[in-house]
């Protein structure tokens, strides 16, 4: 049986027997996988470091037929600085089981697999605002799965939005004033607006380098929730956990 070599992510890690894991991988190149890390629970483990929460690491493993059964892992980033704050802790945890339950076993997503190790590096490693840093990460999730294609053209007539945005999640996005007023919506701020703009008309950690006010924040959280609960599935553990260290 060969050995395949791959770099993922851990979404989620469940118990495997008395000592083992097993761990739902976002694996680059080959998508969501599951991988079993027998006597990972062990702190004296090879496995122990690598098959933690949010750590990226490179495995070596052999396929079943529904599975992986690790060989050896090595920890390539352990977003380490998420397990020391709460409020960092909560957003990860959101935004890592948003993924987990909107992305298809085996679906390979590189470009969405880049903006996650992006948010959580900025979520973990900088000063950046966790609230901002999580929204621009479901923005641009929302956009790379083809529900929230534009915000500077109406998703209903697709002429250019000039003079303000009227938000509805069962339309696609933002629309145009006429039919905004046809369908229905809450106006934009002009803040939530042009950030919904920046956020998908950018890549990278680009992204991740503006501001906003607490109105702003309190919009977007308002939208992108309306819009994750249309076309996705709600993350609802996390989100309780979110909720209770608001």
């Known amino acids: 049986m060969s050995i395949e070599k791959f770099d993922g992510i851990v979404l989620k890690e ?7 894991k097993r761990l739902t991988v976002f694996a680059k190149d080959i998508g969501k996988i599951t991988v079993s890390a027998k006597g990972a629970k062990s702190a004296k483990s090879r496995f122990s470091a690598p098959s933690q929460l949010f750590c990226y690491s490179s495995f070596s493993a052999y396929k079943n ?10 920890v390539i980033e352990s977003f380490y600085e998420i397990r020391t704050d709460i409020k ?8 890592t089981e948003l993924t987990d339950k909107n992305l298809m076993e085996g679906q390979s997503a590189d470009e969405l697999l880049k903006l996650f190790l992006t948010a959580l590096a900025v979520i973990s490693k900088t000063d950046y605002d966790e609230r901002l840093a ?3 990460f479901e923005t641009k999730f929302l956009n790379l799965s083809g529900y ?11 002429i250019e939005i000039t003079d303000e945005g009227i938000f509805n999640a069962s ?23 042009s950030a919904f703009e920046y956020i998908l008309l950018s890549k990278g950690k680009k992204m991740f380098s503006f501001r906003v006010s607490e109105e702003v924040l309190f919009q977007m959280e308002k939208c992108l929730g309306e819009m994750i609960r249309e076309y996705m599935v709600m993350p609802e ?3 309780g956990f979110l909720k209770s260290v608001k």
Not at 14 to 20: A, H, P, R, V
Not at 65 to 74: D, G, H, M, R, S
Not at 148 to 158: N, V
């Open 14 to 20: 469940t118990e495997l027997g008395e000592t083992g």
């Open 65 to 74: 037929k529904n599975f992986y059964n690790a060989v050896t892992a090595e």
């Open 88 to 95: 960092k802790l909560a957003y990860a945890c959101f935004i």
């Open 134 to 136: 999580a929204l621009v």
């Open 148 to 158: 929230f294609a534009q915000a500077d053209k109406c998703a209903e007539c697709g």
């Open 171 to 193: 339309k696609g996005g933002v629309l145009c004033r006429d039919c905004g007023t046809l369908c229905g919506g809450e106006k934009l701020l002009v803040g939530t607006l």
């Open 237 to 239: 553990n996390s989100a």
